[in-house]
Nanobody, 126 residues
Framework: QVHMVESGGGSVQTGGSLRLSCAAA????????MGWFRQAPGKEREGVAT???????NYMASVKGRFTISRDSSNNTLYLQMNSLIPGDTAMYFC????????????????????WGQGIQVTVSS
């Protein structure tokens, strides 16, 4: 049973930084995708960044250069470092994971991910 729990959210002003963490337990598959998604009120959930077990990374266009996804395999933790935050980044952020078939790239699509955290709020004020 995979269990994922986010932490590190909160409220910051424009230009500030936050670091989200996601503690992942029960991930036993050798090849996997892990990712961060977000959902703002009244909007669909969108993929922010993904990372595979070989550390291949993928970012949505609007966060490139500002956000960095990383993972620590020693403690099964996924991170999202968010810098230069803007009000448009305000959303509930979710971490997710899924086993990955050979040859399949990690895509920032909800349907590609099986296991989800409960979400954590990030609010950026102007």
């Amino acid at each position: 049973q995979v269990h994922m729990v986010e932490s590190g959210g909160g409220s910051v002003q424009t230009g500030g930084s936050l670091r989200l963490s996601c503690a992942a337990a029960g991930i036993s598959f050798r090849r996997f995708c892990m990712g961060w998604f977000r959902q703002a009120p009244g909007k669909e959930r969108e993929g922010v960044a993904t990372i595979s077990e070989d550390d291949s990374k993928n970012y949505m266009a609007s966060v490139k250069g500002r956000f960095t996804i990383s993972r620590d395999s020693s403690n099964n933790t996924l991170y999202l470092q968010m810098n230069s935050l803007i009000p448009g980044d305000t959303a509930m952020y979710f971490c997710a994971s899924s086993p990955r078939d050979v040859g399949r790239f990690c895509r920032p699509l909800q349907t590609d991910f099986t296991y989800w955290g409960q979400g954590i709020q990030v609010t950026v004020s102007s």
